[in-house]
């Protein structure tokens, strides 16, 4: 078999722990199979490198932060080809670049646009063990890119498309896709499967168990993806086609998302195509808008609250000064201590009362929802940051997902 390995920060978190993955790739490889490697940085190292950043800026050049971000993962998959070498096996490091990731040019959450996989099929060919430095690639003009953070999930999930792998295990520091993290619940249950769909949304409502974007990717691409533990030979959870799934509950999970922002815009000028700019502003500077809530207008003006990612909000609030400048938008707010919470499954679809039972959940616990949004397949509150954790654990009680 064709297989590619991707082990998260915490699996090759400290030296002792890169030979425990060394020791487990090279089981694999003596199995028969070939096998690419794509590497986190060590866990922690990303972060202290941002920090390093913000010594010296609170808005650093994005493609400096791509050049800087980019060398942690260099680290793991040099030390992780050294150790495999050591142990008789041929191996070779790649970065982003050499293994043919090409992406655009938006710094620090690029787009893959293509692999070119030569470079890594010749060294298949020879035999060779590929460690990929995960979460790069290099932009149609030359330049180191970093593919968002978490984004090694989704350097993996690419190349076992590119190369065409029968199978992506996705190695980190819980046994498999739980009912909710694990971490918030101990009562979580492990999910033997789950559906493509469930765990984009699951994904990229705040499980970062895995990145949003590499599920999107493995949905498309068809690529069997296993989520399990480096640390034992437990069997992890397949994430699959909703066909083959045989037992669809209700609900699947619960997921909670603490790094948003809500955004409220006061006296917006009610007029068409007002919405149409500040949007399409917003969306050109990179920023992700999650829910939007309009209400009504009164003498000519209205009021617009939303919420994006807290790390989109110095982008949003330069695009929300330019048009309080104008005198478009009269009033602005920021509030950062907000969370979302979510809960998930295909189930909804042909069912009622899921939503109802999640609003009950909060009514008991006295938590004031401030804005909802649903989908065919998930509920979503904003609700206040500090009762986050109470929240998904009511959920899990609400829906019974122990049993
Ligand atoms: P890695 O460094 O290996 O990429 P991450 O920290 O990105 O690992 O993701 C693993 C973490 O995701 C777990 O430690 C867990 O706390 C969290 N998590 C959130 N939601 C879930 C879930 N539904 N199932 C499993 N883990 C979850
Ligand atoms: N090291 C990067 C991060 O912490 C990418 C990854 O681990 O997937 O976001
Ligand atoms: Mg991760």
Redesign the pocket.
């Known amino acids: 078999m064709l297989i590619v390995q991707k082990?998260?920060?915490?699996?090759v978190g400290d030296l002792e722990r890169i030979q425990n993955v060394a020791s487990r790739v090279s089981e694999t490889k003596k199995a028969g199979n070939d096998v690419v490697v794509v590497v986190?940085a060590m866990?922690g190292e990303t972060n202290k490198l941002v920090a390093y950043a913000e010594h010296f800026s609170s808005n650093p050049a994005r493609a400096e932060m791509d050049m800087l971000l980019s060398s942690g993962e260099r680290v793991t998959a040099s030390l992780l080809a050294i150790a495999l070498n050591e142990m008789g096996h041929e191996a070779i490091s790649m970065t982003g670049r050499k293994a043919g990731i090409v992406t655009d040019s938006l710094h620090t959450k690029a787009r893959i646009e293509e692999i070119n996989p030569t470079a890594m099929n010749e060294a298949l060919k020879e035999g060779k063990i590929i460690v990929v430095a995960g979460f790069q690639g290099v932009s149609t003009n030359g330049n180191v890119t970093t593919l968002g953070r978490?984004g090694?999930?989704l350097s993996a999930v690419a190349i076992a498309g590119a190369i065409k792998a029968d199978l992506c295990e996705?190695?980190?520091?819980?046994s498999?896709?739980?009912?909710?993290?694990?971490?918030i619940e101990p009562k979580?249950r492990k999910l033997t499967q789950i559906s493509y769909d469930e765990m984009l949304e699951?994904a990229s409502l705040g499980?970062?168990?895995l990145q949003n974007r590499s599920v999107e990717l493995a949905k498309k691409l068809n690529v069997n993806l296993v989520t399990r533990t480096s640390f034992s030979n437990e069997e992890g959870t397949l994430i699959t086609k909703e066909e083959n799934i045989m037992e669809k509950p209700l609900v699947s999970?619960i997921?909670l998302d603490k790094g948003q922002a809500r955004i409220s815009l006061m006296g917006v000028a009610d007029r068409p195509g007002i919405a149409s700019e500040i949007f399409n502003k917003l969306a050109k500077s990179g920023v992700n808008i999650d829910m939007i809530v309009q209400n009504k207008a009164h003498n000519g003006e209205t009021n617009i609250d939303f919420t994006i990612p807290s790390g989109d909000l110095n982008d949003a609030k330069l695009v929300v000064h330019s048009f309080v400048k104008d005198g478009d938008i009269k009033d602005e707010s920021y509030n950062e201590t907000i969370c979302k919470v979510s809960v998930v499954g295909v189930g909804m679809k042909s069912h009622t009362g899921v939503a109802a039972k999640a609003f009950s959940a909060m009514a008991k616990e006295n938590i004031n929802i401030n804005m909802i949004s649903t989908s065919e397949i998930k509920v979503s509150m904003v609700i206040d940051e500090k009762y986050g954790e109470l929240a998904v654990r009511s959920l899990h009680d609400a829906y019974e997902l122990e049993k």
């Open positions: 082990f998260g920060g915490t699996s986190s866990s978490g090694s999930d996705i190695y980190t520091d819980v498999g896709i739980f009912t909710t993290d694990p971490r979580a699951l499980a970062k168990v999970g997921a």
